[in-house]
């Protein structure tokens, strides 16, 4: 698996995220655990089997966490002048006529809501745009057919 860019910020979002599933969610609903059991028959005990359920859902969101920071080198975004799309480059596009503005970060940074969207750099989009210089055009390959873009301008 390749590493993947993230910011020092993105970084850190996602190992607080980790730190509050194992150190506040986890005690919880092992007390829950504790406490159904206590109940006696688990057999038909709904709330030991529905904690024990969400037990699961949030050691493997721990696993997926871990493993994404795993994946992970933290680069810094380089300040100054632009002439190739880089990872934490705001890149704006011509798409039909229309501009569209998006930001190269890593996993956990994503956001693809407000002005500018959030993408991966390891996307479809992300990864055509990566290297880029303004006036290359890029094409990519989506779900509807192609997407044709043009760089505009990078940030």
């Known amino acids: 698996m390749e590493r993947q860019p993230i910011s020092r910020e993105g970084y850190d ?5 980790v730190r509050l599933l194992e150190e506040v969610e986890m005690p919880a609903v092992a007390e829950r655990i504790k406490i159904a059991r206590e109940e006696g028959d688990l057999k038909e005990n709904a709330e030991y089997h529905s904690a024990r359920e969400l037990q699961g859902l ?5 696993n997926q966490l871990r ?12 300040e100054g002048p632009k002439d190739n799309v880089e ?7 011509s798409v039909d006529g229309d501009q569209e503005i998006y930001e190269l970060v890593g996993p956990g940074e994503e956001d693809y809501e407000g002005d ?4 991966l ?13 303004v ?8 779900p509807r057919g192609k997407l044709r873009m043009q760089i505009v301008a990078i940030e």
């Open 135 to 142: 006036g290359d055009k890029i094409e990519v390959a989506i």
């Open 67 to 78: 493993s994404k920071l795993g994946s992970c080198y933290i680069a810094e975004r380089s």
């Open 121 to 133: 750099t390891t996307s479809p989009i992300g990864s055509a745009m990566m290297g880029k210089k």
């Open 116 to 119: 500018v969207m959030k993408i």
């Open 58 to 62: 949030l050691q493997a969101k721990i």
């Open 13 to 17: 979002k996602l190992r607080e995220e």
């Open 87 to 93: 990872f934490g480059a705001k890149v704006t596009v």
